[in-house]
């Protein structure tokens, strides 16, 4: 499954509300959909998973949605530390794929 | 704490080998499948093997398969990543993931979390 994510840049202020886009190329089994962040030098972190479930310590700014081929991820309310880039991935289906990135900047 | 310690990395030539080890800490290493994942300087992440928790069942994406194997000790709580005939375009910083959730046999996937910091991988003459 191919993953397509839109915009590839985003260039938002803090305060705003960010709203990143994944396609999938077919459905995804079951919503099995995740997004994570990513900044400069660190590894990825785990934001999203089953499309719509915050992970353990993720602020509820953070919220994802969507099913079958369309998906969002939705940050409410900047805030400074969240200006990185985001990946979504699909892992209902072998293999498993991520989309190729967002980055999120500050305008 | 969980953590996952990736070592192992370096600068090779292209052809020969090289074995990754992730050290796992602050859960039980033998209950979970673990992951590698792989992203090229300014790259985007590219997923390379899982292997279930009991070792039992493997997956090598195409682009390695045949060259890399993935294995664990779960009596030293280490992952590896057994690299053969490497070529210029597997230099990335590799990471050690474990899967979000216990499942025992599988390699399925149901997230990755938490990921290791990453060991980086030069191949270049």
């Known amino acids: 499954i191919v993953l397509t994510q839109s915009p590839a840049t985003l260039s938002l202020s803090p305060g705003e509300r960010a709203t990143l886009s994944c396609g999938a190329s077919q459905s995804v089994t079951s919503s099995y959909l995740a997004w994570y962040q990513q900044k400069p030098g660190l590894a990825p972190r785990l934001l999203i998973y089953?499309?719509?479930s915050r992970a353990t310590g993720i602020p509820d700014r953070f919220s994802g949605s969507g099913s079958g081929t369309d998906f969002t991820l939705t940050i409410s309310r900047l805030e400074p530390e969240d200006f990185a880039v985001y990946y979504c991935q699909q892992y209902g289906s072998s293999p498993i794929t991520f989309g190729q990135g967002t980055r999120l900047e500050i305008k | 704490e969980v953590q996952l310690v990736e070592s192992g990395g370096g600068l090779v030539q292209p052809g020969e080998s090289l074995r990754l080890s992730c050290e796992a800490s602050?859960?039980?290493?033998?209950?979970?499948?673990m992951h590698w994942v792989r992203q090229a300087p300014e790259k985007g992440l590219e997923y390379i093997s899982v292997i279930s928790n009991d070792g039992g069942r493997t997956y090598h994406a195409d682009s390695v398969k045949g060259r890399f194997i993935i294995s664990r000790d779960n009596s030293k709580n280490t992952l590896y990543l057994h690299m053969g005939s490497l070529r210029p375009e597997d230099t990335a910083v590799y990471y050690c993931v474990r899967d979000r959730r216990v499942v025992p046999g599988a390699i399925l996937s149901w997230g990755f979390d938490p990921w290791g910091q990453g060991t980086l991988v030069t191949v270049s003459s």
């Open positions: 089953d499309a719509s």
């Open positions: 602050g859960f039980t290493f033998s209950n979970y499948a």
